[in-house]
């Protein structure tokens, strides 16, 4: 089995800082579709530091329900910049990558359905490239998920339900 891995590509580079990717990405993850645009509900932020003309955009990662114990301390140009700057994680201990009204974690999803990420398309500086490859899944992997994802429901709704589901399915073929 294949199983595709989208990667973008940030060339730091190339960004100068226009934040045009923050405001498509909140437009197009907006309800209804383009009604409204806050960089703050973007699932991609960029740092800027114009007097060093430095701008690195960071995509939002996982949600993690517990804070690092540890911490990252950035130094670019000379420049120290703010603990945490670049991690991708949604946390408790900041506000970045959470929707402002409910709190609720934001995640980059790549634009789940289009041909390419919207904030790749807008990026006129050509700082992110939006890559496509397909991986071999060792075999194996398909039926040990399966199989988890069987234990998961049947514990959920009961393992008589999933079998009477299954054989209603089967009815049908
Ligand atoms: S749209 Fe491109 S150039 Fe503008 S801030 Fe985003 S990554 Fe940088
Ligand atoms: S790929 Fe889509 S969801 Fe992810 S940051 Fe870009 S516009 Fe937002």
Known sequence: MKKTIKTIRVDVDKCNGCRACEVICSAFHAAPKYSS???ARSR???IREPLTDIYVPVYA???TPAECAGRDKYTIDGKEYDECAFCRASCPSRDEFKEPDSGLPLKCDMCEGEDEPMCV????????IYEEREEDVPEGIEQEE????LESLANKYGM???LDAVSRMTEKD
Do not use: F, Q, T
Request: hydrophobic share 40%; net charge negative.
């Open 160 to 162: 008589d339900k999933i």
């Open 44 to 46: 991609i932020r960029v």
């Open 121 to 128: 398309k807008w990026c006129l500086a050509d700082a992110l």
């Open 61 to 63: 990662g996982e949600y």
């Open 146 to 149: 399966l199989e988890v994802g």
């Open 37 to 39: 645009n806050n960089p």
